[in-house]
């Protein structure tokens, strides 16, 4: 590490703050990691496919389907609003 950022690193941790920072930054970037597994859409997309698939297998009927396609597409919705959001 150069002398400057030592310094800075140094500054940060012997700063009376410094706990505080921490925890902050620790807790935004357990928000940042739970936001990002929790609106990611390949899931959704798996779990669409997969229920065409039980319902090409006869393990679903229509009924079933469709109720669960409705949830899934609504929580596609939900993914879009939340990232065009955040754009």
């Known amino acids: 590490m150069s002398g400057g950022a030592m310094g800075l690193l140094t500054g940060l941790l012997t700063s009376p703050l410094a706990p505080m920072r ?4 620790v807790a935004q970037r357990v928000v940042d990691k739970a936001n990002a597994e929790y609106y990611d ?7 669409l496919a997969d229920l065409e698939r039980r319902l090409a297998l006869g393990e679903l009927d229509q009924s079933t389907f469709d109720d669960q396609e409705d949830a899934l597409l609504d929580r596609l919705d939900e993914i879009s609003r939340f990232r065009q959001s955040q754009a």
Do not use: E, F, K, S
């Not at 921490?22 to 930054?25: E, H, I, L, P, T």
């Not at 859409?41 to 779990?47: F, G, K, M, R």
């Open 22 to 25: 921490m925890v902050a930054w």
């Open 41 to 47: 859409p390949a899931p959704v997309y798996a779990a």
